[in-house]
């Protein structure tokens, strides 16, 4: 994540044992290229499987038993005109965590101490209180339903019929986002940010033992600087276990853009692999720019977040798979993140691949049985549940999310600081991770 440099907050940086488990997340994740990446002229279209399986790319899919994933994969490795892809070495960089403001110091959080070199040292969470998604829920080849969580928003299907999903695909542009109307610019204090991200991934369901969560998508943040605010724009990735404190996520050097009235924003094509019951390959590409991040192979997170958990190794139970609109847990906090206005977020090209294991009598499938998924907010005085964000279903490869709001009209706001209105274009930080 940037930082607004007239922002003239203090860096800061996390305490033990997380810089350690950051560099054993780094040591235990395979970056396929990264010594030797693919050349400029590498055209992963008319490579042969040999070439591509060497640098963890998956091989190209049947055209005829597998359509669906046929198009999808030509589509990402397609630029705009037909051009080949330009491939960007993946780097391992994790995501500055959240600054701890005065609010949360009031209400009785003490995470932070001042070092004599002048950076803030966050100590993490002893637990996230936040919930990371529905319960389980099997829902076969049924009508959708809908469910309701304190921070997701979008869709999920279950795997049904003895199989397990074997991998995940999706996209989705890249959404504008602003402070929300009702929330006045001079009650966030300097550095404040309110938070979301666009991602797909794997289980993650709270209701069953060990439960994990890998997951890549974008991140769409609204900082308070001096006088204005400020949108930052990301991808990143993240393998989540339930139960523990986790380190924040990885960033990746892939830049993204979000929409102006004049154009959408950058379109993000994602997909998970499971590679076997411990490894999951992470792949994404800004089709727009017709640029791909190098993928990689990620080891499950429990040797170096809970060593001693009963029933270690967590295995990739493919369950479900989830394409999601979140308001992130706060990394110091342990709270959910305020969420910001966003842009109506679209997922498309959603599809699934089951199998009775990894490359195992496999078989692709469109969303059938999809739960949607709306965001509500629980408010304690009065008590009351009030939904702050909706999931919509458009056929049976497209779902939408939208934040139940608008921007807000203040001078200083994004949208408003163009001089149009709330409907005008965003001066936004575009930037990558």
């Known amino acids: 994540m ?83 892809v330009k491939f960007i070495r993946s780097t391992f960089e994790y995501e500055h965590v959240e600054r ?52 997701w928003c979008g869709a999920y299907v279950t795997a049904h019929d003895g199989r397990i999903i074997t991998e995940i695909h999706g996209s989705w542009k890249v959404p504008q986002v602003d402070v929300p109307s009702g929330v006045g610019l001079n009650e966030l204090e300097l550095g404040e940010e309110l938070r979301c991200s666009s991602w797909l991934g794997l289980d993650g369901q709270r209701g069953y033992l060990n439960a ?50 004049d154009r959408p924003g950058d379109e993000i094509m994602a997909s998970l692999f499971v590679v076997d019951s411990t490894h999951v390959i992470y792949l994404i590409a800004n089709h727009t720019t017709g640029e791909v991040c190098t993928p990689f192979k990620v080891l499950e997170p429990s040797a170096y977040l ?17 394409w999601i609109t979140e308001r992130p847990v706060n990394w110091t906090t342990g709270r959910s993140d305020r969420l910001p206005f966003y842009g109506q977020v679209y997922f498309e090209d959603c599809h699934i691949v089951l199998g009775r294991a990894p490359h ?3 078989l692709e499938e469109r969303p059938r049985g999809t739960l949607l998924i709306r965001a509500i907010r629980v408010d304690r005085d009065p008590p009351r549940a009030m939904t702050i964000a909706r ?7 497209r779902f939408s999310t939208r934040f139940l709001g608008t921007p807000t009209d203040e001078a200083g706001g994004i949208f408003s600081a163009a001089g149009s209105g709330p409907t005008g274009s965003a001066p936004s930080s575009l930037t990558g991770p």
């Open 100 to 151: 701890v403001l005065q609010k949360d110091v009031e209400a009785g959080f003490q995470p932070a101490v001042e070092t004599d070199n002048g950076l803030v040292t966050v100590k993490a969470p002893r637990r996230a209180d936040a919930r990371r998604g529905p319960p389980p829920r099997r829902l076969g080849k049924g009508v959708a339903a809908q469910d309701t969580s304190t921070n």
């Open 360 to 362: 195992v009598d496999e």
């Open 306 to 322: 809970a060593p001693d958990l009963p029933g270690r190794p967590v295995r990739v139970s493919g369950a479900t798979g989830e």
């Open 212 to 261: 994990s969560l890998p997951q890549i998508g974008t991140s769409h943040f609204v900082q308070k600087g001096l006088s204005l605010a400020t949108a930052v724009h990301g991808v990143w990735w993240q393998w989540w276990l339930r139960g523990v404190p986790n380190p924040p996520p990885i960033k990746l050097p892939l830049k993204v853009r979000p929409g102006t009235d």
């Open 391 to 397: 999931a919509k279903r458009h056929g049976r490869m």
């Open 2 to 84: 940037s930082v607004n440099a007239s922002s003239q907050l203090p860096p800061v940086q996390i305490s033990e044992p997380f810089p350690a488990i950051l560099d054993e997340i780094r040591r235990t994740t395979c970056f396929f290229g990264w010594e030797n990446p693919p050349a400029d002229d590498f055209d992963p279209r008319t490579a042969d499987d040999d070439l591509l399986k060497s640098y963890g790319l998956p091989p190209r899919p049947d055209k005829v038993r597998f359509p669906v994933r046929y198009a999808f994969w030509m589509k990402m490795f397609t630029a705009k005109k037909g051009a080949p």
